[in-house]
Every structure is written in C-alpha cells, then in structure tokens.
T-cell receptor, first 110, second 113 residues
Framework: GQSLEQPSEVTAVEGAIVQINCTYQTSGFYGLSWYQQHDGGAPTFLSYNALDGLEETGRFSSFLSRSDSYGYLLLQELQMKDSASYFCAVRDGYGQNFVFGPGTRLSVLP | SQTIHQWPATLVQPVGSPLSLECTVEGTSNPNLYWYRQAAGRGLQLLFYSVGIGQISSEVPQNLSASRPQDRQFILSSKKLLLSDSGFYLC????????????FGPGTRLLVL
C-alpha cells in the first residue's frame, strides 16, 4: 500500500518563507502532487513533480527527491490568504486511484 | 473548459434514511471519477473510483455504494445512513492524458442526526 506523512501544523508570519515536507512509501511511483484546501472549500491542484528537482510556479515551488522518497512545498512571501491546508498525494501503484497525505494546516499570522 | 458539479451543497439526514449524491462532469470524455470523504480537520479518504461506465472500485468496506450510469455521471448512495457517515463528500475527476492532476467538485456537506 501507499502511505504519506506530513507535519500536522505549521505557523508563519506574513512575508516569510515556509516549507511543508512530505515523505512517502509507495509502489510504482510516478510523481508527487500538491493540493491546497481552504476551510470549507474543495482541494485545488498546485503542482506536480515527476522528476527530481525544484519546480517553480510564482510564489510556490515544489521539490522532489525520488531517492529519498521525499518532497516539499515551499511558499514564499506568505500572504494571509495562504492560510489553508496543504496535501501531498501520489498515485496508488499502477492504477488510477490516488492516495493523499493527512494534510498540513498552515496558519499565516499578521 | 471542464466543469464538475455536485449537489446538494448541504444535506441533513436522519439516521437510517437513504442517501443519493450526484456528481456530473462537463467538457471532457471518459474521465476517471472519484468519491472522497473528509472528516472535519482531517485528510481525504478515497471511497470509490471508476475508470468507465459500470466500473466501480471500492477502497473501504462500508454501507455506501457507487454507480456510474453514464460516462460523466457518478452517484454515491446508501440505503441506511449511519451517524459515522457524516462528513464532507467530494467528487473529483482526472484523465489518463492529464496525468496526476485531479479536479474537485465543490463538495456536499452531510450531517447525519
């Protein structure tokens, strides 16, 4: 089976940089995805890493190390609207279903 | 562009009553469809997924069932709701060509009393 681990909570101040880590155990690994979910809302896709290295999209970057079964989401120039839960996810084996991590709740303070 | 609909947005049901939640997708063909449940402050639990009409895979034993009567329609049902069925139900879709991205509907918040 698949399992993913994330810190449950992270707190940072506006303008700061925060890193949310994700470690995984999977079979048939394709890549690591990240989703953002605001309270009461649905998850929205942020980024995907299939290869080792850093992918940058505006203030958000995502990193993957396949050899370490580890990735992280980096949020720069934090804004209050970044307060949300962040989930990492992988595809389950060779199928079309997905497994999500438990989520990290990010609180951005003024 | 693709759109995913879920209804109702909120539902309050008594224990033992039936349930039917519907999800439809527009703007794509032959999507993979998913039902997730999320308890308050928790992660996403995959309940069912479907790669085609009439093809349903169940991830966890429960009193819920799913059906896919049409290519872009996914229905979550129960004959008798339990208190533990309360939660936020999310439908999502993906495509073989789209890789790892899943697109979620707005969700249905279910409260069983």
């Amino acid at each position: 089976g698949q399992s993913l681990e994330q810190p449950s909570e992270v707190t940072a101040v506006e303008g700061a940089i925060v890193q949310i880590n994700c470690t995984y155990q999977t079979s048939g690994f394709y890549g690591l995805s990240w989703y953002q979910q605001h309270d009461g809302g649905a998850p929205t896709f942020l980024s995907y890493n299939a290869l080792d290295g850093l992918e940058e999209t505006g203030r958000f970057s995502s990193f993957l190390s396949r050899s370490d079964s580890y990735g992280y989401l980096l949020l720069q120039e934090l804004q209050m609207k970044d307060s949300a839960s962040y989930f990492c996810a992988v595809r389950d084996g060779y199928g079309q279903n997905f497994v999500f991590g438990p989520g990290t709740r990010l609180s951005v303070l003024p | 562009s693709q759109t995913i609909h879920q209804w109702p947005a909120t539902l309050v049901q008594p224990v033992g009553s039936p349930l039917s939640l519907e999800c439809t997708v527009e703007g794509t063909s032959n999507p993979n469809l998913y039902w997730y449940r999320q308890a308050a402050g928790r992660g996403l639990q995959l309940l069912f997924y479907s790669v085609g009409i009439g093809q349903i895979s169940s991830e966890v034993p429960q009193n819920l069932s799913a059906s896919r009567p049409q290519d872009r329609q996914f229905i979550l049902s129960s004959k008798k709701l339990l208190l533990s069925d309360s939660g936020f139900y999310l439908c999502a879709w993906s495509t073989w060509e789209g890789g790892e991205t899943q697109y979620f509907g707005p969700g249905t918040r279910l409260l069983v009393l």
